[in-house]
């Protein structure tokens, strides 16, 4: 994981870094298959520059692959993403000989995150010439966190090795591509493979690439060691918008992409944050992230909440139950926040809910103790004024931290209670007081209907800024009977939020802006001041579905569709909060995660809320509230997972939905 006050080289080649400046990544092609990642820049070439190169476990393994044809680069015309794995590039140059403007030649080269490169070189002169090919290699197996701050070191010097070259590092790691077929020529000292290549129209000359790195005399691929495919489910949405097929593949496909094994836990996995900047330990974001893929298994929830439960602080002491993280930026209002309050807080309401999807006895009666640790600590955690401050202890009492209590509370008390332990009611009765407090001191009233604060400093002063944020204040989660918990809003506040997140201010047309553009401090590139963070709209669609606001929901659901279109359907975390204009696309965000794991989950979010879907495994119900308005038209979803077994469910364009296919002896509910 990169921290945050890494400095980074500038734009253009050798201007000075930045204190905090990360390498602009909007326009790189990424593939994922954690441990191992590529990132290449759209021509296809690997020069060593800014972030491009193989990586693995953090590490660069390759920098430079440069291709020549007949001692000249192809003419880079088209790059894409093939999944989340792969990227392609298409080029081409004129062969020798050619005296009109066509191009004769033309290259295709794919490469997969592991490093392995397919070359391609395809002729369409009318006889087989000889043509030199040359790849430039090399490498300094640098930490990304030293290629993102601009210090990544001289590359190193290599050795021919088999059928291609080697390097290796003052630590004894070593790393090296084999070619298949062998070149003709190999210089160790140049990083230089050549081959006589001779395509023919019919008959193209093809070459492979692959990478393997060498770490204590043990020899493996860069993409060895990934979680299966069985953590999560092969979803399919059909229907009459034919964006949302390729949207959830491609959710589902980053998701895997960015699943990661506990080291010391094997069989458990959990996400990354989001790539190339969070690769770190498990994180709030990758328990939030798998609460929204809750619809494709309840397995990944499971691994997530093992993963964090291991790191719950014991003892007796205030901090026991606690489970720790870092500080993490929250725009220029407010301090640094604490991720380790928010997955203290998140933990006992992910698998209440968990359960509702039906999480099995087993992982239930594991992870129990570890919830109910956690509301041990929640019960100690209010400050004076009842609030749970945020970084704790002395931090500020934030709203949206309340809104995570409350949750804790209100789920809390219902597992409790499925459990048969003692203190459900006692929760339900903490929950209902936090909201009294909660609408008397974080409400301000104004003409217009007032609006929520955004926190109270330690000293009590109010800070009145509105942002996507307040999204959360709607996201009471999954009680029992598939029913919505109670919410922190009594019910005139929830329809003048939903009027707010519905106002321009708010919503850019892409979707809700981290905060208000009204707002001082306002900025659209802000991931905290100004920017879309993709998942706080998808938590403001579920949450404004279940209030009852369609509308509002449909359109921020429809205009994170639109901006995931000009993304080509692979949602990144944040995008710019520039005001939506016609025939103009969302404006990227330079250094936002592409895959991020909460972005990904989103898209999943955003289809099950559509639907409507609320389980309740358990008590063998399931019930289907769909957007009666049917802003996506005829919409049906299979492959999830429900009980264990697979479910499917649609909405018409009448918005009536029905359930086609869920485990035997699960009833419709209400």
């Avoid at 990360?22 to 520059?49: K, Y």
């Avoid at 945020?390 to 809104?403: N, V």
Wanted: glycine share 12%; with cysteine.
């Amino acid at each position: 994981m990169v921290p945050s006050t890494a400095q980074a080289p500038g734009p253009a080649a050798g201007h000075p870094p930045h204190p905090g400046e990360l390498p602009p990544v909007h326009d790189t092609l990424v593939g994922v298959a954690l441990p191992a990642l590529a990132i290449s820049n759209r021509h296809g070439q690997l020069t060593g520059t800014g972030l491009e190169g193989v990586f693995q476990h953090g590490r660069r393994l390759l920098a430079r692959c440069v291709l020549r044809v007949a001692g000249r680069e192809p003419v880079p015309l088209r790059s894409r993403a093939d999944g989340a794995e792969r990227t392609e590039f298409l080029g081409a140059l004129r062969a020798p000989g050619d005296l009109g403007p066509d191009p004769g030649l033309l290259v295709e080269r794919t490469r997969d995150a592991d490093g392995t490169e397919r070359i391609t070189l395809r002729s369409s002169a009318p006889r087989p010439a000889r043509i030199p090919v040359e790849l430039a290699l090399g490498t300094d197996l640098a930490d990304l966190g030293a290629v993102a701050a601009g210090r990544p070191g001289p590359e190193l010097t290599a050795s021919v090795h088999g059928t291609g070259l080697r390097w290796t590092a003052s630590d004894g790691t070593a790393v090296s591509v084999l070619a298949d077929p062998a070149p003709s020529v190999a210089l160790g000292a140049a990083g230089l493979l050549r081959w006589d290549a001779e395509p023919a129209p019919g008959a193209p000359f093809v070459l492979t690439l692959r990478v393997r790195c060498e770490r204590a005399g043990r020899t493996q691929a860069s993409g060895a060691g990934r979680p299966g495919g069985h953590v999560l489910a092969d979803p399919v949405a059909e229907g009459d918008d034919v964006r949302l097929g390729p949207l959830l593949r491609a959710c589902v496909a980053d998701l895997r992409a960015l699943l990661q094994r506990d080291p010391a836990h094997p069989a458990d996995v959990y996400l990354a944050a989001g790539v190339p900047w969070r690769l770190g330990p498990v994180t709030a974001e990758a328990l939030w992230a798998a609460r929204m893929a809750l619809p494709l298994g309840t397995r990944l929830a499971a691994t997530t909440l093992r993963a964090l439960a291991r790191t719950q602080l014991p003892g007796l002491g205030p901090e026991s139950g606690r489970i720790p993280g870092p500080l993490r930026d929250a725009g220029p209002l407010l301090p640094p926040r604490c991720t380790g309050v928010e997955a203290t807080l998140a933990f006992p309401a992910v698998l209440a809910e968990a359960r509702r999807w039906g999480l099995p006895e087993q992982d239930l009666a594991e992870l129990l103790p570890a919830a109910e640790r956690c509301l041990d600590w929640l019960r100690g955690a209010v400050d004076t004024n009842g609030f749970v401050p945020d970084p704790w202890p002395a931090g500020p009492a934030r709203a949206e931290t309340q809104a995570h209590a409350h949750r804790a509370a209100a789920l809390g008390a219902d597992l409790l209670d499925a459990c048969g332990r003692p203190g459900g009611e006692a929760w339900r009765e903490w929950a209902r007081a936090l909201r009294e407090r909660f609408r008397g001191r974080f409400w301000q009233d104004d003409p217009a209907g007032g609006r929520p604060l955004l926190a109270r400093l330690p000293d009590g002063r109010p800070l009145p800024h509105l942002g996507g944020w307040a999204a959360h204040l709607l996201d009471t989660g999954l009680g029992g009977a598939g029913r919505q918990a109670p919410g922190l809003l009594d019910k005139a506040q929830t329809e003048r939020l939903a009027r707010l997140l519905a106002a321009p201010a708010l919503d850019s047309g892409w979707g809700l802006r981290g905060l208000g553009e009204k707002e001082p401090g306002y900025s659209p590139f802000g991931h905290r001041s100004g920017a879309v963070r993709v998942h706080e709209t998808a938590v403001a669609v579920a949450g404004l579905a279940a209030a009852g606001h369609e509308r509002e929901a449909a359109a921020l659901l429809r205009g994170v569709l639109d901006a995931a279109e000009a993304f080509d359907l692979r949602l990144p975390e944040m995008y710019a909060g520039e005001r939506r204009a016609p025939g103009a696309p969302p404006v990227p965000h330079p250094a936002a995660c592409r895959p991020a794991a909460v972005a990904a989950a989103s898209g999943v979010h955003l289809l099950a809320a559509a639907l409507g879907i609320r389980p309740d495994a358990p008590g063998r119900t399931v019930a289907l509230h769909p957007l009666r308005s049917a802003p996506l038209g005829e919409l049906r979803l299979s492959g999830l997972r429900l009980a264990g077994e697979p479910f499917a469910a649609r909405v018409g364009r009448l918005g009536l939905g029905v359930v086609e296919e869920a485990a035997p002896g699960l009833q419709l509910g209400v």
